[in-house]
C-alpha cells in the first residue's frame, strides 16, 4: 500500500484546486507533478536543449537543477534554486511541457523522484496524468477528474482573466483549441498516457463546483476508508473517523 491519494486528468479538469484544497483539509503535503514536466521544459528553452535530440535531453537530466519544495497549499518549484512557479505558467509552458513529458528519459526521470517524494513524504496528494496508473500503482486512493473541453476550456480561460496562471491574454477559442490539442498529446503518447486506472474512482467535474468535488472525495474516501480496515488504520487520523462506528459524516 502507498500512503498517497492519486488525483489524475487531463488539463483543466481542477486538478491542481482540488489537490490543494484536499491536502489542507487532510493536512497533509501536495505535489504537483504537472510542475516538473513545466520547469523541465521551461529550463531547457532556457538553455536552449533541442528536445529533437532525445540523448542530448537524457544526459542534461541529471543538470537541470529541478528541486521541489512541497507545503499543503502549494509547492515551490526550483531551478538551481530560483524559484519559476510563476514562469512555467504560460501557455508556451504547456504547449512544451507535453512535449516533453513524451520523452522517455523525461517520464522516467520525474516518476522516480515522484516516487522518492511520495516515499519520503507520506502521506501525499499528488495531481498529474499518470498516478493511479502508472507512477503509483498500490496508491491508497485514486480519483480521476473529468470534464467537458468546453468547460475545463472555460475554466483555463477564467483563471487567466484572474490573473493566477500568470498568463498572457488568450481568447477562449484559443484555449480551447490548445486544451484539445494537449488532450490528444498527453492521451496518446506511448509511454504511461493521461488514462483513469481500473481501479480509479471517475468523477465528472462538468456540473460541479471546487467545494463540491473536495466534499465528495472526502466523502468517498470516509466511506472506503470506514469499510477497509487497512485504509481505516492508517487514514482515521487525517479523515477523524469514529473508531467503532467508521465515518464519524455519512451525511
Ligand atoms: O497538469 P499540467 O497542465 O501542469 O501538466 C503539464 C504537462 O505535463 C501536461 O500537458 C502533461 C504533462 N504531465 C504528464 O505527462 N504527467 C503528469 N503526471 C503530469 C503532467
Known amino acids: 500500500m502507498t500512503r498517497a491519494i492519486a488525483l489524475d486528468g487531463l488539463s483543466g479538469a481542477g486538478k491542481s484546486t482540488i489537490a490543494k484544497a484536499l491536502a489542507n483539509t487532510l493536512g497533509i503535503n501536495y505535489l504537483d507533478t504537472g510542475a516538473m514536466y513545466r520547469a523541465l521544459a521551461y529550463a531547457a528553452k532556457q538553455e536552449k536543449i533541442s528536445l529533437d535530440e532525445e540523448d542530448l535531453v537524457a544526459s542534461w537530466l541529471d543538470h537541470s537543477g529541478l528541486e521541489l519544495v512541497l507545503a499543503r497549499t502549494g509547492q515551490k518549484t526550483l531551478l538551481h534554486g530560483v524559484d519559476v512557479s510563476t514562469q512555467i505558467r504560460s501557455p508556451e509552458m504547456s504547449r512544451l511541457s507535453s512535449a516533453i513529458s513524451a520523452l522517455p528519459s523525461v517520464r522516467h ?113 470516509r466511506v472506503r476508508a470506514a469499510e477497509n480496515p487497512a485504509l481505516g488504520d492508517f487514514w482515521r487520523q487525517y479523515l477523524v473517523l469514529d473508531p467503532v462506528c467508521g465515518a464519524e459524516d455519512k451525511g
Open 109 to 221: 526521470y520525474c516518476v522516480e523522484m515522484q516516487r522518492q517524494l511520495a516515499d519520503q513524504q507520506m502521506p501525499l496528494v499528488l495531481d498529474g496524468r499518470d498516478i493511479g496508473s502508472y507512477v503509483l500503482p498500490r496508491a491508497d486512493f485514486k480519483f480521476y477528474l473529468e470534464a467537458t473541453a468546453a468547460e475545463r476550456a472555460r475554466r483555463r480561460w477564467q483563471q487567466m482573466q484572474d490573473g493566477s496562471q500568470g498568463a498572457a491574454a488568450q481568447s477562449y477559442d484559443q484555449v480551447l483549441a490548445e486544451i484539445i490539442k494537449r488532450d490528444l498529446n498527453d492521451s496518446s503518447r506511448e509511454l504511461a498516457p493521461a488514462i483513469a486506472a481500473p481501479d480509479a474512482i471517475v468523477i465528472d467535474t462538468t456540473e460541479l463546483s471546487a467545494a463540491e468535488v473536495l466534499q465528495r472525495i472526502l466523502q468517498l474516501m
